[in-house]
């Protein structure tokens, strides 16, 4: 079933949550299964709301595991599937991402992050899970994690996300935050021919000589939708490309490197980020989510008093923009990293910069966003 509902075009007054439910759709999502969490459950909501107008599935699922692998299996199902949680359920989603990443299953994560550790404070914000984003299931890995800072870019980014994980065959993470995901603005959604969807790839020969796991040229293998006639086997253990078990250091070497590097070789296609006035800056502010958009006074304020100060905003969190932190870093005296969080992605900037010159982190436990004037006086700092 599908109607004029599908996609809601227009301008809209929304909150980031309810944006990226409507990402979600403009996208294809047709399967969702999730377990409410605030900061995140209006996204759930929306979509419980909207799929029965287009016939799309959704599951509240018993528990955040039975989430993240409900979407793996609908994707080989051949459908685009997505989750959304926060904090302690993105913890639980961990074993089940790996398994998506070893399997190779292109799906869509939504983590609306808030402050912690463990339940933290539910209702209030935090950028505190950057670093588990990337690290936090086990193995050698590598993954693709988008940072919103607008309700806008919760819609467009949803969608970028849904793109890229059927380009790479890979989970790919939304990490928003809880004022982003509850802040309210304008949301433009465009007609449907306007928004651009990669399609998945699919292989095309015989069925007999389908391997799962057999790569093209990019590292990416085509896949096949469970139950169309192709034998398919799919594991999270080590595997040939027939996806077999095959619990050996040879198969082990030429599986996980092939994981890793089907991001780390296309890394310069994926990363994107946002620069303005770093030509000359003398500072740089590095920073991404909410305290992108708190940073942007402190800059103002700086300038007034005429500090250079350039900024650098973190579209692609992971892969890391490495090598553009590097070039910038031989010319500036510092850079300065506002986060909500005691230091997360600082450690990532001062690692890129590899002693060129320093980083500051502006820190935050979370609870509410930066005061720009500790931002402004990290600045300062850094030129003393």
């Not at 016939?55 to 528990?63: C, H, K, N, T």
């Not at 983590?111 to 984003?133: F, H, K, W």
Request: with cysteine; hydrophobic share 40%; charged share 25%.
């Amino acid at each position: 079933m599908s109607n004029d509902r599908e996609i809601l075009t227009g301008e809209h007054f929304m909150n980031g949550n309810v944006a990226c439910a409507e990402g979600a759709i403009a996208a294809g999502c047709r399967f969702f299964a999730g377990y409410p969490i605030t900061p995140s459950s209006e996204i759930a909501e929306r979509i419980s709301e909207r799929f029965p107008e287009i016939g799309g599935i959704f599951i509240q699922m018993e528990d955040e595991l039975a989430s993240m692998c409900a979407i793996l299996g609908a994707s080989w199902g051949g459908v685009k599937s997505m989750t959304c949680t926060s904090g302690p359920g993105f913890s639980l989603m961990q074993e089940n991402l790996g398994l998506g990443v070893m399997m190779e299953t292109p799906c869509v994560l939504v983590n609306i992050q808030r402050g912690g550790p463990s339940t933290g404070l539910p209702t209030l914000v935090g950028q505190q899970d950057m670093m588990q984003a990337r690290w936090g299931s086990h193995g050698d890995y590598e993954i693709i994690a988008l940072c919103p800072s607008s309700p806008q870019e919760l819609f467009d980014f949803t969608i970028k996300a849904f793109n890229l994980s059927e380009m790479y065959r890979v989970p790919v993470l939304v990490m928003g935050d809880e004022v982003v995901g509850h802040m309210s603005e304008r949301v433009v959604i465009p007609p449907k021919e306007k928004i651009k969807l990669l399609p998945r790839r699919m292989y095309t020969g015989p069925p007999e000589e389908y391997l799962p796991f057999k790569p093209d040229k990019d590292l990416v293998p085509p896949m096949v939708i469970a139950g169309e006639g192709y034998h398919i086997h799919i594991t999270g253990l080590t595997h040939d490309e027939k996806g077999y078990p095959e619990i050996s250091a040879e198969a082990q070497k030429k599986l996980v490197p092939r994981l890793v590097n089907k991001i780390k070789k296309n890394a310069d296609k994926i990363i994107e980020i946002e620069e303005s006035n770093t030509g000359d800056a003398e500072v740089i502010v590095v920073s991404y989510g909410i305290s992108a958009r708190t940073s942007l006074r402190a800059i103002e304020l700086a300038r007034e008093e005429g500090i250079k100060v350039g900024m650098l905003r973190l579209i692609t969190v992971w892969p890391f923009p490495e090598k553009r932190i590097y070039q910038l870093a031989s010319k500036v005296a510092g850079f300065v990293v506002p986060e909500i969080n005691l230091g997360q992605i600082v450690y990532e900037v001062e690692r890129a910069a590899k002693g060129k010159t320093r980083a500051t982190l502006v820190p935050h436990a979370g609870g509410h966003i930066h005061d720009p004037k500790d931002i402004l006086q990290a600045i300062r700092s850094t030129l003393k």
